[in-house]
């Protein structure tokens, strides 16, 4: 299953300086090309992967992808009860158990868990069963070329040529519309970095090998900053009542600030300070599910920039880690998509960058709709009511 807002994410934030280029988008599409070939030839591309690019064709169906993100406009509760499936909790523990002298390894080496790195290999491609079938040179290219945010896309453009060039990949290599290829959608600059021989047979397939997709996976983990042997996220119980303006994945505070607050285990039994500070994150409000989000969470954001998204990875670990399904609570009643826009809209109206109105709840929007329930007095916590957008 391809969900791309995603690696979008991770496009934006591994982002390195373009070196000097005639013209980044835009224009005639094969004049642009030749500007690609023109550095990519100097940053040491040889013919193989000049020949591919010049093959490569503008692709619509890759701008069309690009342009539609509606999976992100479902809440959290929709969108990780459809993603934590029955299916993926069964084969990602036998796979676990399965490879579990790979993951040995992986976890030695670069202190990554078998279950945050099974999580991401279960969303992304369902074990491998489904990485994608757009031509990924012409995706990247054709995106590169658009003008609505060739940032994202054109840095990924010679680090593909080099592994083309190499013969790492073949010039014709399928993946997702975003240029992610392999069973955990590795972006070609993390391929060429970041790529791991796991199986010792000399060469990185991350199509097709599993040791290699399990080590890879676990090197790029690491390298967006995860801290061996810390938790990632812990669901919690909170209070009817707290400092909702304290809550938010990025206020980290003291185990025991939250436990005088009023913040359990979800059976109610006080947590245990192991010296750690976490986030509270309350993805549906105050009254919907509760997670306390340590450092290692932020690499899920590393990872994918949807806060949903990112949560679902982060609680999917969390289960093949053994811990129970999370509990639902009863969320006040939330927005629709119309209603959604037209928040935005009023948010823009006051002041607020918002990003696009989209109908989707993004983190600019989540911080917009806190500051202006700290101006309405209402409970401080990120969720969208309709007793809110009236009150605008």
């Known amino acids: 299953m391809r969900l791309r807002s995603q690696a979008l994410a991770a496009l934006f934030l591994c982002a390195t300086a373009l070196p000097a280029m005639a013209q980044e988008c835009g224009g005639d599409f094969e004049t642009w090309k030749q500007g690609v070939a023109a550095e990519a030839k100097a940053a040491g591309v040889g013919a193989a992967g000049l020949d591919a690019l010049e093959d490569a064709t503008f692709d619509e169906r890759a701008l069309a992808r690009d342009r539609a993100q509606g999976v992100f406009t479902q809440t959290f509760i929709e969108f990780s009860n459809r993603m934590i499936s029955a299916y993926r909790l069964k084969q990602g523990a036998a796979n676990m158990k399965k490879y579990a002298d790979v993951f040995a390894r992986a976890d030695q080496q670069f202190g990554v868990q078998a279950p945050v790195i099974t999580a991401f290999w279960a969303l992304e491609t369902d074990f491998g069963a489904v990485q994608g079938d757009f031509h990924t040179l012409s995706a990247l290219v054709t995106l590169s070329h658009d003008c609505r945010r060739p940032q994202l896309f054109r840095q990924q453009l010679v680090p593909l040529l080099e592994l083309i060039d190499r013969g790492v990949l073949p010039a014709d290599v399928k993946g997702a519309w975003a240029g992610e290829i392999g069973q955990t959608q590795i972006l070609p600059s993390d391929y060429l970095a970041r790529g791991v021989d796991g199986d010792g047979d000399g060469k990185i397939d991350l199509r097709n090998s599993v040791p290699d997709v399990i080590m890879t996976t676990a090197n790029k983990v690491l390298s967006r900053g995860w801290k061996r042997d810390e938790p990632w996220i812990q669901e919690v119980r909170v209070p009817d009542e707290m400092p909702w303006d304290q809550t938010g994945r990025t206020n980290k505070l003291p185990l025991t600030q939250w436990a005088q607050w009023g913040v359990t285990n979800p059976d109610g039994s006080p947590l245990v300070d192991k010296g750690l500070k976490a986030g509270l994150a309350l993805p549906m409000g105050r009254k919907g ?81 806190r500051k202006e329930q700290m101006r309405l007095g209402l409970p401080v916590d990120g969720w969208p009511t309709p007793e809110l957008l009236a009150k605008l």
């Open 289 to 369: 599910p509760a997670f306390l989000t340590y450092d290692n969470f932020d690499v899920y954001l590393e990872w994918n920039q949807s806060f949903t998204y990112a949560l679902t990875a982060a609680n999917l670990a969390a289960r093949l880690a053994g811990a129970p399904p999370l509990d639902p609570r009863t969320p006040d009643q939330g927005l629709n998509n119309e209603q959604m826009k037209a928040l935005q809209t009023k948010l823009e109206a006051r002041g607020y960058d918002v990003g696009t109105v989209d109908g989707i709840l993004g983190t600019n929007t989540r911080e917009a709709i």
